[in-house]
């Protein structure tokens, strides 16, 4: 099996997974992520010792973070996904970048505690979700994904031992303070959670994005 992963939620990661092993690549400049994501794909496939297009790469699958995220972030790596899959003739199959986030944390801390992360979502609020680990190599989503204040999120833990994680923390450390570093994306954990669903029975596996509130910019009222 020979995974492209991609993920453009916070900046661009890119990666192959593969027997041989895992190729990874990364912008983390969010104004040049989508003006680079062919190249880091080229990229990838290249360390992965295959060529440099995807149609010659013998891919089995694209998998594709779906968000939380902006607008212009997400489409970026959606789009892209859904063009390579299809031109490629395989599936392309979807995952919460929080999702992503919070196996990676889960791996990093006791695999029976809970985890709350975060990022940002602008305008003084952040994405969050709520974590247990399933097996080890998914997660299960106990509440989530949700858009609110950091303040709101702290709240609705404050009884709790649940720890907080992600980018959002960094943001708010006052309301999230978190033992945790602040980690990007890493494209190449989705791998690993598509495939042990995979091996649990799931089949669905969708590519819409989870924006969870109307993007930044409407069109003008109709005069």
């Not at 607008?71 to 996904?81: N, P, S």
């Not at 919460?96 to 975060?118: C, K, N």
């Not at 952040?126 to 709101?152: N, Q």
Request: hydrophobic content about 40%; some cysteine.
């Amino acid at each position: 099996m020979r995974d492209l992963c991609i993920d453009t939620s916070t900046g661009a990661s890119v990666a192959v997974v593969d027997d041989t092993g895992t190729y990874s690549a990364r912008e983390t400049d969010t104004r040049a992520h989508a003006e680079r994501l062919n190249m880091l794909v080229q990229e990838v496939l290249l360390d992965a010792g295959k060529p440099s297009r995807a149609t010659d790469a013998n891919l089995d699958q694209v998998i594709v973070g779906t968000g939380p995220a902006t607008f212009t972030g997400l489409r970026a790596g959606l789009v892209t996904a859904r063009v390579i899959a299809h031109a490629c003739g395989i599936p392309v199959r979807g995952v919460s970048s929080l999702d992503i986030l919070a196996r990676y944390y889960l791996d990093e801390t006791a695999r029976d505690g809970e985890i709350v992360v975060v990022t940002d979502a602008r305008r003084q609020e952040v994405y969050w979700a709520h974590y247990r680990a399933a097996g080890p190599d998914d997660v299960e989503c106990m509440t989530g994904p949700e858009v609110a204040t950091a303040d709101a999120v702290a709240n609705r833990f404050i009884d709790s031992s649940v720890t907080f994680a992600g980018p959002g923390c960094a943001l708010y450390p006052d309301a999230l303070p978190t033992p945790m570093p602040v980690v990007p994306v890493h494209a190449d954990i989705a791998s690993r959670i598509v495939r042990a669903r995979i091996a649990a029975g799931i089949t669905d596996f969708p590519t819409e994005p989870l924006y969870l509130r109307r993007p930044d910019i409407h069109p003008g009222k109709a005069r």
